[in-house]
């Protein structure tokens, strides 16, 4: 099941809540019944550079296209 991220409307505090996608996004906290909010999270990869396929796939007999 995926875990969400919801922010306490009241107090500002983070809970991550495990819930079914097909499910409506929590109103309330299930447990406490206060007041939240689903938040977007940051994904957990970040591709930087140049390129994957650039810096990662070039062949290893040397600089250029050749294959000589």
Do not use: W
């Not at 306490?8 to 007041?35: C, F, K, W």
């Not at 999270?41 to 591709?47: D, K």
């Amino acid at each position: 099941m995926p875990t969400y991220l919801y922010k306490n409307i009241e107090t500002g505090e983070i809970y991550e809540l495990q819930q079914s996608m097909r499910d409506e996004a929590y109103t309330t906290h299930p447990e406490t019944g206060v007041p939240v909010k689903r938040i977007l999270a940051r994904p957990g990869i970040a591709f930087k550079g140049s390129g994957f396929y650039v810096t990662d796939s070039r062949p290893k007999g040397g600089e250029g296209g050749g294959g000589e």
